[in-house]
């Protein structure tokens, strides 16, 4: 398995190659500004703005009022919704982050919920260099910009914090309100 700043890295090479194919609904009040692939079932709802290379999978429900931006790849059955914002992401499938969250730079797994109002933060307040655990060892990235990785399963409680380049094992259970230091 790559790392995940190799994953998004990867990702954001093939996302920026992708033609626009619509097999979903796009609400006439949603913006869409870039590159949209968007699976059938899928829906996006008022108020939505996507900007740059987004592959938003099948039986998705993005928004209203989401932000989906840079390059992002949501996969199916997911739900981002009201009031969400994603950043250069790979989101797995079957993800629901449905209300007032922010979701930079990161790698989210399969099977994840994420409580309202949390945020993944991207950027380190010094813009220095962001290191993850990784094999082993706090690994440097070569990035100022990188969230988290969040194994499957997990269950991120509403209001917490994941400070840059942190690693959420799989079917964890955050306590609303924590902190990842």
């Known amino acids: 398995m790559l790392p995940p700043w190799l994953q998004l890295d990867a990702a954001a090479a093939e996302l920026r190659c992708m033609k626009p194919d619509i097999r979903g609904r796009i609400h006439p009040l949603a913006v869409v500004e870039g590159v949209l692939q968007l699976g ?11 900007e740059g290379h987004v592959r938003i999978g099948r039986n998705c429900r993005i928004g209203p009022n989401a932000y989906l931006r840079g390059e ?5 059955n997911c739900v981002i919704g009201n009031a969400v914002e994603v950043k250069s992401s790979i989101i797995g ?7 007032l969250s922010y979701v930079g730079d990161s790698v989210l797994g399969d099977d994840i919920n994420v409580g309202g109002g949390c945020i993944f933060s991207n950027f380190r307040h010094d813009a220095g260099e962001i290191r993850m655990p990784w094999q082993g060892s706090l ?5 100022i910009k990188l969230g988290c990785l969040i194994g499957d399963h997990a269950r991120i ?22 902190v990842i230091r």
């Not at 690994?139 to 990035?143: E, I, S």
């Not at 409680?157 to 924590?178: D, E, F, N, S």
């Open 40 to 50: 059938e079932g899928s829906e996006i709802r008022p108020g939505t703005v996507i």
């Open 72 to 76: 992002t790849s949501v996969g199916d």
């Open 93 to 99: 499938n079957g993800v629901f982050i449905s209300h």
């Open 139 to 143: 690994t440097p990235t070569g990035r």
């Open 157 to 178: 409680g509403c209001k917490c914090v994941i400070l840059p380049g942190r690693v959420i094992p799989p079917a964890t259970h955050t306590a609303p309100g924590t």
